[in-house]
Every structure is written in structure tokens, then in C-alpha cells.
């Protein structure tokens, strides 16, 4: 505790009033350690940033060179393909800029329908098959074989689960097998993302939820902005849901499993009533 007393006087010195302030100094420390720590994520998240959006310009440049008047069919389609994927990888980029300012301003908001969660699964993962095949990654689904509903958005739903699955392909070396599994649980839906990859420490587990930050496993160099799994949280909280990391470590593989509230109990549609004659 820091305090400082200051005593008045009149002007024959007597002592009329004594004033006291205390600080707890602890608190503060904690309070500037922790706008340190924010100002040195928001430092690297920058250098980051810079560095993922100069990335793609080199393939670009080169694709470019290689078109002239008289390039071949072959190689124009070669130069084609390396632009447009540099392409969608900028607009992924751009994408978890806009919706992390977003968060920042908690302007998310959410068209909600009367969802089976199912059909969610399939469009997410169908959206990730190709980048799972040119990695040699197994990619098992299990769901229920009745429907389960849900009221959210679908669309943010499926950015959750294309998220989910986007780092698992990412962060577990080619060749291996990440299953997304639905099941339900009293009045919740447990949709869960599990892989056999490179793992996350215990004393990380808590963090990888936060903006801007990124652990990375050892030997991996990675890219991506740190925002991701902090967009996922924040859409899935919007939904009344939850969502829970379990990892044995590194090296053991990673499960999220995302809680959500089911929608209450549909009611079959009423039998049309017989015409009148
Ligand atoms: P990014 O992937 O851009 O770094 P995310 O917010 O998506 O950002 O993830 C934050 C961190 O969480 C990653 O840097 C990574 O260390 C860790 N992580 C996320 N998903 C997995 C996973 N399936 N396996 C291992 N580590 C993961």
C-alpha cells in the first residue's frame, strides 16, 4: 500500500486537518503489467500483419512476369491459378481483419433461422476438402442420425466450424486425422473438432482464446494473424454457446468442443384441416 498523509495548519501552526491517500501499488503494477503485455501483442500482431499481406505479393509479381502476348495456354492457366489462390488468401486476411474490428466494437450481429446442425457440417467441410486432400490429412464425420436443431446463423456457424478445422489441418503434420464429431447432451448440441497433431501446452491453453495471440508449437513456423480462434469464441458466445480446449500437450493432439443451446422442442406441423365441401 503506498499512502501519503499531508497535515494543514492555520497561522498560529496548529494542526487543523490531516489528509490521507492510499494506493494499493499492487493493483497498479497488475494494471500497467497487463497494458504492457496488450501493447506488446497489438506491437507483434502488426509486424504480423505486414508480413502475411506482403507474403502473397511475391507469387503475384512472379505470375505476372510469366504472362506476355504469346504465353502458351499452359503456363497463362499456371499463372491463373497462383493469383487466384494468393487471392483468396488475402480475402481470408481481410475477412478476420473486418471481424476482428467487429469485435472490438461488438458490432457482430446475427441472422438467426431454425438450423440443423448437421447441414452446417456438411457445407463446412465440403468447404475444406480440397486443402485436407493436398495435405493427406483423414477427415471422419459422426453425427446423429435425427436432426439437430438449433437457432443461429448459419453462416457464422459454418466460419466456426471452417475455423476449427482450418487450424486443425494446419497444426497437425500432413498425413493426419482429425475427425468433427455432433452429439447431443441434455439441452445442449456438442459439436467437437479433434486431431492427432502437434498439441497445446496446458499453461497456453487459456491464451489461445485471446485477440492477437499466437503460441507456436516448436517446429512449426505457421501463419495466420492471431485472430482466428478469438472470432470463433465471440461468435460462439453470441449464440448463448461455449467452447472448451482439451490437449494432452504438445505433440498429443487437440480437441475443441463447442457447447450450444438447442432449440426448444419443434412442434411436427399441424395436419391441414380437411377442405369444407
Ligand atoms: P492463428 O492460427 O492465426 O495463429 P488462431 O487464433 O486461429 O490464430 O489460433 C491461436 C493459436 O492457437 C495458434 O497460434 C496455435 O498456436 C493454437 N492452435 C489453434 N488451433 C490449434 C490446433 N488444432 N492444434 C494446435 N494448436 C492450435
Keep these: ?130 486443402a485436407y486432400a493436398e495435405l493427406g490429412h483423414r477427415l471422419v464425420v459422426s453425427s446423429p442420425p435425427q436432426p439437430v436443431w438449433v437457432d443461429g446463423d448459419s453462416t457464422r456457424l459454418q466460419q466456426v466450424l471452417g475455423n476449427l478445422l482450418d487450424n486443425a489441418a494446419k497444426y497437425t503434420p500432413p498425413g493426419g486425422e482429425v475427425t468433427v464429431r455432433l452429439d447431443l447432451q441434455g439441452a445442449e448440441a456438442l459439436l467437437s473438432v479433434s486431431d492427432n497433431g502437434l498439441g497445446i501446452e496446458p499453461r497456453d491453453q487459456a491464451q489461445v482464446f485471446e485477440l492477437f495471440s499466437q503460441v507456436r508449437p516448436p517446429g512449426h513456423g505457421g501463419t495466420g494473424l492471431g485472430i482466428g480462434l478469438a472470432v470463433v469464441r465471440q461468435l460462439v458466445e453470441l449464440h448463448g454457446g461455449r467452447i472448451e480446449l482439451h490437449s494432452a500437450g504438445a505433440g498429443r493432439g487437440s480437441c475443441f468442443t463447442v457447447r450450444l443451446p438447442l432449440a426448444p422442442r419443434q412442434e411436427e406441423p399441424a395436419e391441414p384441416a380437411p377442405a369444407a365441401k
Excluded: W
Design 1 to 130: 500500500l503506498l499512502c501519503s498523509v499531508r497535515a494543514e495548519k492555520d497561522a498560529a501552526g496548529r494542526v487543523t486537518r490531516v489528509i490521507g491517500a492510499s494506493v494499493d501499488v499492487t493493483e497498479l503494477a497488475a494494471a500497467q503489467a497487463q497494458l504492457r503485455r496488450e501493447s506488446q501483442r497489438k506491437d507483434a500482431f502488426l509486424a504480423t500483419l505486414a508480413h502475411e499481406l506482403r507474403n502473397p505479393m511475391a507469387p503475384i509479381r512472379y505470375a505476372v512476369a510469366m504472362l506476355g502476348e504469346n504465353t502458351p495456354a499452359a503456363v497463362r492457366e499456371q499463372a491463373r491459378a497462383i493469383i487466384g489462390r494468393q487471392a483468396a488468401h488475402m480475402s481470408r486476411l481481410l475477412d478476420d481483419l473486418l471481424d476482428m474490428s467487429r469485435i472490438t466494437r461488438n458490432a457482430i450481429e446475427l441472422q438467426r433461422e431454425l438450423l440443423d446442425l448437421r447441414g452446417v457440417i456438411g457445407q463446412a467441410v465440403d468447404g475444406v476438402r480440397p
